[in-house]
């Protein structure tokens, strides 16, 4: 979805891609398809997915690249990576992208744990790319 903000910047929102396998147990989570997205605009990257929140300014976001597909028990749900740190919000095996930061982002989970990247599972992974203008895609 796309909307002209107050200030004539174009507003872009990315719903997550929703495996139907796995709505019931995101359900329980408080993962809907209306409580889940992605969203790009004036005040920065915004996630939102389910009872956790995400924002940070797109300057910080340095690569935006095409990730999966995935293993299920890795992605599906909220991940916080033993090895990087990274986060992950997930809600489809298929793809998604994944982000990584200048400078990590905390406050995801608890205040304490910051966050070098992230990755998130939406609908349209291009166009996300796209509109954090950092085209890092892998080649065809």
Not at 46 to 64: K, S
Not at 97 to 114: D, M, N, Q, W
Request: net charge positive.
């Amino acid at each position: 979805m796309t909307s002209m903000g107050r200030s004539g910047v174009v507003s872009r929102r990315f719903p997550f891609a929703f495996d139907r396998r796995f709505i019931p147990p995101l359900a329980l989570m408080g993962v809907l398809p209306q409580t889940a997205s992605v969203s790009v605009d004036v005040n920065g990257l915004a996630v939102r997915f389910g009872p956790w929140r995400m924002l940070t300014p797109t300057e910080n976001v340095i690569e935006a690249r095409r990730t999966g597909p995935y293993r299920w028990w890795r992605v599906v749900g909220m991940h916080v990576s033993a090895a990087d740190r990274g986060i992950s919000f997930g809600t489809s095996t298929a793809s998604g992208v994944c982000l990584r930061f200048e400078e990590p982002v905390s406050g995801v989970i608890a205040r304490f744990l910051s966050h070098p990247a992230m990755t998130v599972t939406v609908e349209d992974p291009d166009a996300l790319i796209d509109a954090l203008g950092t085209p890092t895609r892998p080649a065809a």
